[in-house]
T-cell receptor, first 113, second 116 residues
Framework: SQTIHQWPATLVQPVGSPLSLECTVEGTSNPNLYWYRQAAGRGLQLLFYSVGIGQISSEVPQNLSASRPQDRQFILSSKKLLLSDSGFYLC????????????FGPGTRLTVL | AQKVTQAQTEISVVEKEDVTLDCVYETRDTTYYLFWYKQPPSGELVFLIRRNSFDEQNEISGRYSWNFQKSTSSFNFTITASQVVDSAVYFCALSGSSGGYQKVTFGTGTKLQVIP
């Protein structure tokens, strides 16, 4: 069966510091991968998606970037965090068909102070 | 453009009551998929159900049931005999044809509180 991992689970970072969040998927190959952000009390905002190694698409302009160095690894980064980057970050995977279901990881709660 | 509306921001019910969470969607796609996810306090989104636009049969899974009506563009979710463990935020979502990846539009969620 497929499993998706995210770490760290929680993170408190000062403004201006770098960020690296990692997401890995087990039990599947060539997944589509997604990063979402959920601000407190709000819905989900798609940040990035990837259909293959090195292929990253950004949905919204922002202070963040994403990379996919391996087939089942998806990384969310920032060089300098802003207060507005605080939130709950969720990684998701899905199969290759555009109609496949997205399955989510446990999330990372980021607080920028 | 796709849109999902969950008009109920928060609902409180007493344990054992039935509760229905509303979801209304908009899409121009003829083929699309509808989803419900549960987000407990721990934060992880848990997949509950997926329906395609050609299957309007209602579905029941234990205490959960879903009513899909294309005529009203609705995909409502009913919990029968609610329990405290049902307390969570529930998201309705819509996915259409996007050519290569799953373009999912989420509603803003309905927070359900089940009071013992």
């Amino acid at each position: 069966s497929q499993t998706i991992h995210q770490w760290p689970a929680t993170l408190v970072q000062p403004v201006g510091s770098p960020l690296s969040l990692e997401c890995t998927v087990e039990g599947t190959s060539n997944p589509n991968l997604y990063w979402y952000r959920q601000a407190a009390g709000r819905g989900l905002q798609l940040l990035f998606y990837s259909v293959g190694i090195g292929q990253i698409s950004s949905e919204v302009p922002q202070n963040l970037s994403a990379s996919r160095p391996q087939d089942r690894q998806f990384i969310l980064s920032s060089k300098k965090l802003l207060l507005s980057d605080s939130g709950f970050y969720l990684c998701a995977w899905a199969g290759l068909a555009s109609t496949d279901t997205q399955y989510f990881g446990p999330g990372t709660r980021l607080t920028v102070l | 453009a796709q849109k999902v509306t969950q008009a109920q921001t928060e609902i409180s019910v007493v344990e054992k009551e039935d509760v229905t969470l509303d979801c209304v969607y908009e899409t121009r796609d003829t083929t699309y998929y509808l989803f419900w996810y549960k987000q407990p306090p721990s934060g992880e989104l848990v997949f509950l159900i997926r329906r395609n636009s050609f299957d309007e049969q209602n579905e029941i899974s234990g205490r959960y049931s879903w009513n899909f009506q294309k005529s009203t563009s609705s995909f409502n979710f009913t919990i029968t005999a609610s329990q405290v463990v049902d307390s969570a935020v529930y998201f309705c979502a819509l996915s259409g044809s996007s050519g290569g990846y799953q373009k999912v539009t989420f509603g803003t969620g309905t927070k359900l509180q089940v009071i013992p």
